[in-house]
């Protein structure tokens, strides 16, 4: 069975940073692109940061870009989301995804347009809380 699971979410205060990990099980990560959504309070859920599957694209957006790294360990079938300089903006609901379909041409449409199209897989999510 195939399914993602987020982990390492917390509570922090503004400028400090945290990595988030999503372990994928039952699936050969290799086949995928993936990448990290965000839902903050009252907002639709959003695409952060997205990696191509041979790790050759990337897109950020451009609220994060800079400051969050997407990466992934093919022999752990982890995939990773690090986090530096941490804002009260950034408090939302993290969830992880892959998608192996034809449907995005690009990694850039994959973050944008997960939320109409749909991907493959999707986590369940793990909270992330900015306040001083």
């Known amino acids: 069975q195939v399914q993602l699971v987020e982990s390492g979410g917390g509570s922090l205060q503004p400028g400090e940073s945290l990595r988030l990990s999503c372990t994928a099980f039952?699936?050969?990560?290799?086949?995928?692109?993936i990448g990290w959504f965000r839902q903050a309070p009252g907002k639709e859920r959003e695409g952060v940061a997205c990696?191509?599957?041979?790790?050759?694209?990337?897109y950020y957006a451009d609220s994060v870009k800079g400051r969050f790294i997407v990466s992934r360990d093919n022999a752990k079938v982890t995939i990773n989301l690090q986090m530096f300089s941490l804002e009260p903006e950034d408090t939302a609901v993290y969830y992880c995804?892959?998608?192996?379909?034809?449907?995005?041409?690009?990694?850039?449409?994959?973050?944008?347009?997960?939320?109409?199209?749909?991907?493959?897989?999707w986590g369940n999510g793990t909270s992330v809380t900015v306040s001083s």
């Open positions: 990696q191509s599957r041979f790790e050759d694209r990337y």
């Open positions: 039952g699936m050969n990560l290799e086949r995928y692109a």
């Open positions: 995804a892959a998608d192996s379909s034809p449907r995005f041409t690009t990694t850039r449409s994959m973050c944008i347009d997960a939320n109409e199209y749909g991907m493959d897989f």
